[in-house]
Each structure stands twice: as C-alpha cells, then as structure tokens.
RNA sequence: GGCGACGUAGCCAAGUGGCUUAAGGCGAAGGUCUGCAAAACCUUUAUUCGUCGGUUCGAAUCCGACCGUCGCCUCCA
C-alpha cells in the first residue's frame, strides 16, 4: 500500500520499520475542553486508519498523547481557581466519553506530558549536551541553527521565516525562532524540579519524549491536523533527531481541515460545534460516513446540508443491512448462489484504501455491493443463506471493522420486551385482516399510531415487517 | 512579504496522460412495484473538469499566465 508522506511530498510504498509491527503516533487533545468537530474528524480519520492497517494483519500499536499541562489549561484552572489538574481530569474524561460515542477505537497507550516528566528532562539534559539547547535563567530553548535541517518538513527556510517572524520578541532566545524546551516556573503554575529550576516542559518536547518511548526513537507513522506541520512537529522532528542522530518518523501524515463555510474550524474564530452536541443530533455512523466521504487530506466543508446528506447515505446502508438479515432469517442452508463474487468487492475496497487510505473511493465500492445486491434481490428469487452470509461478512470486516458505518440494530432487549413483542405481532395480524377486508384508513391508523411510538410498519411481499 | 494547497454536475466528492466521450453519495424529474406509504429497481440529470494559451498522436490529468478560494509562517486537529 502507499501512503502520503508530508516529509517527501509524495506518496510512497509502505515499509514499516519491523514488520508486521506497526507504530502509529497521532498528536492528541490539548485537556482544556470539549474537542470540536474539526479536531474529531481528525479522531476518525486516524482511527480509520488504525483500523485498516489492522485488517491488512499489521500488529498496530497505536499511541495518542494527552496534553495536560499548557497555557490554555493553566487559564482556564486561575479563572475557575482550581488546580491545573482538576481542569485536565475533566476534560480527559470528556475525551474519553466522546471519542467512545464516536466509535474511536481505544489507542495502545494514552500517555500524558504530566506523566512524563523524567523523561522529558532526559531527553532535554542531552539536547544541552549535545550544544542545541541553551538556558538563560532557568528558561531553556532549542537553537534551531544548530539543527542543519530544520525545516525539511514543512519546506521552509530559516532565512524566510526569519524575514516574516511573527513570534513575538523575547530577549532571553538567541534567536526569534528558537522555542522553549522547558518553561521557568510561574506564579500559579504547576511545576517541576529541573537541573534548570522549578519550571514545566514546553509544548513540541512531550510529543519527542513520549513518542520515542512507547515506540521507539524511529517509528512508522506519526499523524495530526495539518496546522501542526509548521512549528510543532518540524520542532519535534529538530528535538528528537537532535538527540538520536536517526530518522525520527517513516511516514508524515497530516489531515485536512474541516472547514465552515470555507474557513478553517478553530477555537480562535469561534466557528465551531463541539463534537459532543453533533452527536446529540447525529449518530456516530452518520458523521464517520460524512468524513469518509473526503479524503482525509483534503479540506471538508461542514454543514448540517451536508449531515443530512449523508444521514440519507447512511439509511440507504441501513436499510440494506436490515434486508439481507431478513432474507438470512428466511434462506435455506443449501439454496441457490447468484451469480454474483464477492472477492471482487474485497479487491476494490482494499485496492482504494491502499492508495493512501482512500475512503471515499471504498465507500463507492460499499454502494457499489448495495446497488448490485438489490438488482439481484428484486429478481426476486431466493438465494441459499451462504450469499446472504457473504454480503454480511464483506459489510462487517470493511464497511464495519475499518470505516466503523454500521449501524447497530436495537436490540429487542433494550427497547421492547416480550410482552410488547406479543402486541405488536397481535396488533399487525388485526391490520393484516383489516387488509384484507379493504379497511385501508383503519389499517393506515394503526400504521401511523405505531409510527409515532417508535416503531415503524412496512409491507412486503411476505407480510408485514416490524422495524423499532 | 515568504511558503504551500485547492478550483470537477444543483450540493458533496473520486479520478492526476489513453482502461474515464468523468466513480460514488445527496438532491431533482419521469417510470415499475404497492390499496396507499416505505424500501427497492429502471431511465434522465457534467460532450465536460476556474479562464486563456502551450506541450502531446492523445490532457480534467503535464507546462505557463491570469482569475478565485483557503491554509501555514503565533496557540490550533
């Protein structure tokens, strides 16, 4: 397969470093409140990928860094008068929940900044020695003209970003552009001990120190919003390489924004939703098929047009879905198989999504099993349980498994039990004789009273079928 | 000012030299099925890919100019 590799600009075959291992590092929250949309598509897209890579039998260890401790967390606990950390913990716990509802597989390792002080130090007390790193009065930075290549990812010059700094001036940095390893402690601000003094880390270190721990100081992939190429992880690249003297990450990956009304979605502009209330308004399948629908590189306009769009796209799924377990219910062991392959499908899907995870191309070949399999259906013939079993087992290790867009059915547990099952079953026989006997306003009444109780009537061929 | 990305139907979006006289989803129009709905199926919906030039036997795809949109250069997914 290939990926899109930021560092070179071009998509290349993908070799991991120790095959089949594969470490994944993608930059997480900042814990100082509610992710917004924008950043969940990023979630998604990540875990897409993490998905994918596992179904081509990779073994993934999949690594998502917590920031909890920074300015905006720092403000936010003064406001409030509470511990940094208090802030943090609350927000860490929304993370959790909302990535949850967001059918995000769970990373490896969640590690946190605040949990990895020692390590932090480490690697900064060898960046010093090493004669990259400089204190002045407890504030330590990074020189970036001792890294030769600084620059290499984000393709820019020292000289160019030095003409149009815009970093604002601070007379301790030799340099307008060179940035804080560790930050001397404030008033008010949480802190550690340092052979520097009482201070705490700067941002770009965690990212180094954690990732070349729990994956090592040369890694396959490591992923984030495209905002992050230019400083953080060009300042990642210059930290860790600066100590190890080897390639820090294999594979560059950078998602697209996710745009309002062509703006980027940002906490500054305050033109975003928070995840957590489109998810009171959408489902998880509903979203993660909105993004699928783009590839993950590419800015993504968002609009509830465009949610409803896909919710429409996504009841096309789950009506089939509801249709072939039907028909499942109903085949025999030993019935007929059209003439129909599977493995074909398989091969489309896995052919677009080893072109650097093309989501949206796979999706068309979802739809394109959907729209073939109804032709076949409305011959109306019946087909041994075998094809039906196929179609399911295709939807749920790609459509499910990788792109996470199947919805699941209520189940009858949580939503009837059997009593009401019984009524149902009592009050659809009474319409089916009403029928029967053309009463069709009465038999319309009773499908429309349903309706309004959550349950929802159709007529087939074979009778009248129940969805909740 | 420097660097970079993008511009494909009413909307979203794949496609980056011949397989495409352009996938897929949503929407719209007509039809089949149905007592009616719903679902599903069939047909139609870009002879054209921002504009103008160029390269080529051949371009949405390569090159140039121009127009437009956005991003990074400060925290940001």
Redesign the pocket.
Known sequence: MEIYNTLT?KKEEFKPVNPPNVGIYV????VYDF??I??A??FVMADIMQRYLRYKGYKVKFVMNL?DVD??IIKKANEEDVEASVIAERFTNAFFEDIEKLKIKKADVYPKATGHIKEILELIKKLEINGIAYNTGGDVFYDVHKFKEYGKL????LD??E??????VNDKKHN??D?ALWKSAKEGEPHWSSPWGEGRPG?HIECSAMSMKHLGETFDIHA?????????HENEIAQSEGVSHKPFVKYWVH?????IK???????LGNFFTARDVIKRFSAETIRLLFS???YA????FSD??L???Q??L??IT??VQ?INNKLDKAEPDGNYPEFIIQTYYDKFEQAMD??F?S??A??VI??L??NV??I??EDEQWGSNFYEDILDFLNSTAEAVLGIIQEPVSASESTNETVDKLLDLLVQIRTKA?KEKL??F??QI?EKLSELGF?????KDGTEIKK
């Not at 003409?163 to 604002?168: H, I, K, W």
């Not at 984030?224 to 953080?232: K, N």
């Not at 590419?298 to 306009?301: E, R, T």
């Not at 929802?456 to 087939?460: E, I, M, R, Y």
């Open positions: 600009k930059c997480g929250p900042t992710f917004h924008g950043n598509r990023s920031t300015d905006k984000s393709g820019k010059k160019d970003l003409a149009g700094a815009r970093v604002e307008p552009l940035f941002w984030g919003g495209h905002d992050l190429i230019f400083p953080h998602f697209g924004f996710l745009n062509n703006e980027k979605m940002s906490k500054s629908q783009a590839h590419s800015p993504l306009n047009e465009l409803t769009s896909a429409k796209g009841e096309k009506n089939f249709t072109d650097d093309n949206p191309k999706v068309a739809f394109d959907i729209k109804n032709k259906l409305s029928k069709y306003e038999a319309d499908r929802t009537l159709v007529d087939t």
